[in-house]
């Protein structure tokens, strides 16, 4: 029987060589890269840890903030409320005093009359220094300055309540006037009572109708503050002292272009009659450092008191 030739050909054996050594070169690379590949996993491990890290730090630091907004908040808010407790406590204990001043003045007996000649009284001789809201003042001619700008709107009650008081203190023997003031469109507006701008004595009638002129002043509130327009008016009153109740933000735009400073400056220039202006600021005063340093310099220039209420 005759044997058969088996052939091979030679292009299936170099297929499987070329295929044995392509695998072991993918074989060679591998265990060559694959301390590199490693470390990059490692470093990928990192880079999440550190990123995570970052993610609770900062919302660790919003959380500080905040917690110190809020701590800032409640400095505030006690800070306001220790500042109208000290004022309240001013009002009563000046309210206290001018009680006492007219239980003794009613307790204290008629000066004697000569025969010869009638002694008269002196107005006020029982007062020599006089003191209302917690502020201190020798004068007995007041004229009490509303401002009516249309930030003091939401403080209609404060402003009411607190004028009242004003007016309350003052004693039979003095005399006293109100004015309102705002800028609007057309101008400076200002309002009297009475209303020929006139002073007016003491009297149970006359505060009355000058609480009533003030309650009447609600829901009229807009507009800004001129200041300066303001006290060039009422330097021409023969009121001795000036009570201004405001909020202390004049805004330079209707006051002579004048930023506050320069403002308290030229109001002092043109207070040539030394009359005393003491000055009430009224509202969130804490909000806007610069009105308290207004009113405070403008009553300090003008031989006055400073005194700030808060709702």
């Known amino acids: 029987m005759r044997t058969r030739i088996r052939s091979f050909g030679v292009f299936s ?7 044995a050594s392509a695998m072991g070169a993918f074989i060679i690379i591998s ?19 550190i990123e995570q890290l970052a993610r609770e730090a900062e919302a660790r630091l919003d959380e500080s903030e905040q917690g110190m907004q809020d701590r800032l908040e409640a400095l505030r808010s006690a800070q306001t409320l220790h500042q109208q407790m000290v004022a309240e406590q001013e009002i009563i204990t000046s309210e206290v005093a001018t009680l006492q001043a007219r239980l003794a003045n009613a307790q204290q007996p008629p000066p004697p009359q000569s025969e010869a000649e009638p ?21 007995t001619k007041f004229l009490l300055m509303v401002d009516m700008n249309g930030y003091l709107g939401q403080y209609e009650t404060l ?12 004693q039979p023997g003095f005399e006293f006037g109100v004015m309102a003031f705002q800028q609007v469109d057309s101008g400076p507006r200002f309002m009297y009572w009475p209303s020929d701008g006139e ?17 009447d002043l609600s829901g009229q509130y807009a507009g ?10 009422v330097f021409q009153s023969e009121a001795e002292a000036m009570i201004l109740f405001s ?6 735009n209707f006051n002579k272009d004048l930023p506050p400073a320069a403002l308290v400056r030229d109001i002092t ?17 804490f909000k806007y450092r610069g009105t308290v340093e207004f009113m405070e310099s403008l009553a300090r220039a003008n031989a006055g008191g400073f005194l700030a209420l808060a709702q």
Do not use: C
């Not at 002073?199 to 309650?215: D, K, Y």
């Open 31 to 49: 265990l060559i890269l694959m301390p590199d590949y490693q470390k990059e996993v490692r470093l990928e491990g990192h880079f999440n840890y």
């Open 269 to 285: 220039l043109s207070n040539t009659g030394n009359k005393e202006i003491h000055a009430v600021m009224l509202g969130d005063y």
């Open 119 to 139: 002694v008269p009284e002196p107005v006020n001789s029982n007062q020599v220094t006089f003191r209302f809201l917690g502020l201190k003042t020798e004068k």
């Open 247 to 252: 909020d202390g933000l004049p805004n330079p």
């Open 224 to 233: 800004s503050s001129s200041l300066s327009a303001a006290f060039e008016e």
């Open 13 to 19: 054996l170099s297929a499987i060589d070329l295929f």
């Open 159 to 170: 402003m009411e309540q607190t004028v009242k008081r004003a007016l309350d203190s003052l």
């Open 199 to 215: 002073l007016m004595p003491v009297n149970s009638a006359n505060r009355s109708q000058a609480i009533r002129f003030v309650q």
